[in-house]
C-alpha cells in the first residue's frame, strides 16, 4: 500500500482571517488548540480521545485547512503542531487573545441575550 501524501497547508502570507475565526470558532477545535499550544508533541490519536474518529477528522482538516494547526507524518503517526509563529507574523495578538478568552455562561442579571 502506498504511503499517505503529506497534507497540504496554506502557507502563511495566504492566511486568511476569517478563515482563521472560522476554525477557531467550535468549541472542540479551540479546546484543540488549547492542548496544542502547552507545546507538548501530539498525534491525531490522543487530541480528542472521546470523540469519534471521522469527527476528530473533521476539526483537524477544518484547522489545517484555516492555518491553524499543521499535520506531519511521522511513521503510522499524524503530528500537530500549532502554528504559532505564522500566526503570530499574520494577525499579531490573535492568538493570545483567543487562548486567554474562556467560555462563560451569560450573567442571569445581565441585559444580554444569546442571538
Avoid: W
Avoid at 13 to 40: M, N, Q, T, W, Y
Avoid at 66 to 91: M, S
Amino acid at each position: 500500500m502506498p504511503a499517505a501524501a503529506e497534507p497540504t497547508h496554506p502557507r502563511a502570507e495566504d492566511l486568511d482571517l476569517a478563515e482563521v475565526l472560522a476554525a477557531l470558532g467550535h468549541p472542540v477545535r479551540l479546546d484543540i488548540v488549547r492542548k496544542l499550544a502547552s507545546g507538548e508533541r501530539t498525534f491525531c490519536g490522543e487530541v480528542v480521545p472521546d470523540l469519534p474518529r471521522s469527527s476528530v477528522t473533521h476539526h483537524l482538516k477544518t484547522l489545517r485547512e484555516g492555518g491553524v494547526i499543521c499535520q506531519r507524518p511521522q511513521g503510522r503517526r499524524l503530528y500537530l503542531a500549532l502554528r504559532r509563529e505564522d500566526l503570530e507574523a499574520r494577525f499579531p495578538g490573535l492568538l493570545e487573545l483567543v487562548l486567554a478568552c474562556r467560555s462563560r455562561p451569560l450573567d442571569s442579571e445581565s441585559d444580554e441575550q444569546p442571538l
